[in-house]
Every structure is written in C-alpha cells, then in structure tokens.
C-alpha cells in the first residue's frame, strides 16, 4: 500500500521569505516521490522527483525539496517565494514495486501576500 | 512540443445526459491516466492505460463511468446519464515508459464538466 498526507491545507507566507510545503508519505518498498504545482483552472504541472542517489533535488522555478527516508518526508522547499508561487501543490508517491499508480497528498494551498 | 490536450474545456450538461471527453497524449507516450478533481479536493484515480494491456479500471466510481483508447493515441471518457455529483474536473496525463523507472506524469490541462 503506498499513501501521501499534506498536514497543511493552507501556507501563508510573505514575498521574500522562505517557503515550505509539508509531506509525509508511507510505502511498502522503496518511493518515487513527485511535486506537482496547478494554478488555478490549468492542469497540474511537474516540478521536481526523488527517484534515487542525492537526497536533496533541485526543480523549476527555484523549489528544491529532500528526501527524508527515517522520517519518510519529502517537504518541499523555496528559499525566497514569489507572488506568482501561490498556487496549489501536491505531492505524490508510488512504491518502485509499483508499475504505475501513483497516490496523491490531497493538496497544499500556497498563498505569497506582497 | 505539443503537450496533453483535452477537449472540451468545459461542459455544462443536463442531468441524464450522456458526456464524451477527450484526451490526447503526448506523442510516443504509452501510459495514460484519467483522473477526477472535485472542487477544493485532490486527485482521484479512474483509469490507466498501457499499450494493448488490459486498462486497470478500478478507479472508475460505477458502471455509468467508461474509457477507451485505441492503441497509444487518443482516449475518450464517457459518463452516461450524468449526475450532479458528477460535476469536476476530468484530468488526463500520459508517461513514458521507455525508461520504467521513475518518469513523471503529464497533464493536461483539463476539462470541466457540470451538471446541471
């Protein structure tokens, strides 16, 4: 069985100032691990991935996150957000043993006031 | 080049209706997925698609709910006689395998269905 939880519904963090989107996952072998962003009415798109090797991933538009495998966490991270990052984000997992399907957090809201 | 495409964007239909969507995967993609998104909530698996195996279909939420798709090229959605719990967003994306390991998901861009 593999699962992803997003603790957080809503972030709320001014321009400027270092942004963190909180997930959790649970698998039965070894994870794949995604983030995807969707800004309103478009579909989701990628931005980075854990497959193997560095723990710490670099991806599009300045986000990193850090695979995290004690604390099965893979939180994603922007040194200094934009008001154009606010958005929706979702993390995903499938187990390697998995051909296919992957399980989506149910969302983070990300809101960068000016 | 060309991402995933989906028509309509939106469609707004009568309850009892019967309702084709559309989705066409990035070139050379032989994974497809369909997905729901309710309002405010996450992603919902329907149905995968790989080549010419047999789809895993057991996302889909009843018998009104089907999906077909010719070989690896484009795949319709199909609810009949719709129903308001019906209203979402219907996302499809395709993945390559050529690669098996970790190859991420491309989405389209959505369609968004309403039942009236």
């Known amino acids: 069985a593999q699962s992803v939880a997003q603790p957080e519904d809503q972030v709320n963090v001014a321009e400027g100032n270092p942004l963190t989107v909180k997930c959790t996952y649970s698998?039965?072998?070894?994870?794949?691990l995604f983030w995807y962003v969707q800004y309103p009415n478009r579909g989701l798109q990628f931005l980075l991935k854990?497959?193997?090797?560095?723990?710490l991933v670099k991806g599009s538009y300045g986000f990193e996150a850090e695979f995290n495998k004690s604390q099965t966490s893979f939180h994603l991270k922007k040194p200094s957000a934009l008001v154009s990052d606010s958005a929706l984000y979702f993390c995903?997992?499938?187990?390697?043993?998995?051909?296919?399907?992957?399980?989506f957090g149910a969302g983070t809201t990300v809101t960068v006031r000016a | 080049g060309a991402g995933v495409s989906q028509s309509p964007s939106n469609k707004v239909t009568e309850k009892g209706k019967d309702v084709e969507l559309r989705c066409d995967p990035i070139?050379?993609?032989?994974?497809l997925y369909w997905y729901r998104q309710r309002l405010g909530q996450g992603l919902e698996f329907l149905i995968y698609?790989?080549?010419?195996?047999?789809?895993?279909k057991s996302g889909l939420p009843s018998d009104r709910f089907s999906a077909e798709r010719t070989g690896e090229s484009v795949s319709t959605l199909t609810i009949q006689r719709t129903q308001q719990e019906d209203s979402a967003v219907y996302l499809c994306?395709?993945?390559?395998?050529?690669?098996?390991?970790?190859?991420?998901?491309?989405f389209g861009p959505g369609t968004r269905l309403t039942v009236l």
């Open positions: 994306a395709s993945r390559s395998i050529a690669w098996r390991g970790g190859n991420e998901q491309f």
């Open positions: 698998v039965s072998g070894n994870p794949y």
């Open positions: 854990y497959i193997t090797g560095d723990n």
């Open positions: 995903a997992v499938r187990d390697q043993s998995n051909d296919y399907k992957l399980s």
């Open positions: 070139s050379g993609h032989t994974a």
């Open positions: 698609f790989q080549g010419n195996s047999a789809p895993d």
